[in-house]
């Protein structure tokens, strides 16, 4: 099991309602754009597809994110 894999299982068990925003790459090298897909249903988010755009992380070239605050808002509510 990978990593994601394993932090995903450990999210479906953990209490309380999940609700939230899951922000996704069509070509992330680490979670396929259908399991990133299925994991939000799972747990009852709201899937943003941001196109290909790598995995999302510094080392892929993501630092300030002026769109991350505006998802942040969002989920807020």
């Known amino acids: 099991m990978s ?3 394993g932090a995903q299982v450990r999210a ?3 209490p309380g309602r999940r609700t939230g925003i899951v922000a996704a ?3 992330d ?3 396929s754009a ?3 897909a299925e994991s939000a249903r799972a747990w009852g988010s709201r ?3 941001l196109g290909p755009v790598g ?3 510094p080392a ?3 630092g300030p994110w002026p769109r991350a605050q505006s998802l942040l808002r969002a989920a807020a509510g």
């Open 60 to 62: 892929a070239g993501f």
């Open 25 to 27: 790459s069509s070509d």
């Open 34 to 36: 259908e399991r990133v």
């Open 12 to 14: 479906r068990r953990g």
């Open 3 to 5: 990593a994601v894999e």
């Open 47 to 49: 899937l943003v597809e």
């Open 55 to 57: 995995h999302l992380n």
């Open 29 to 31: 090298p680490l979670a």
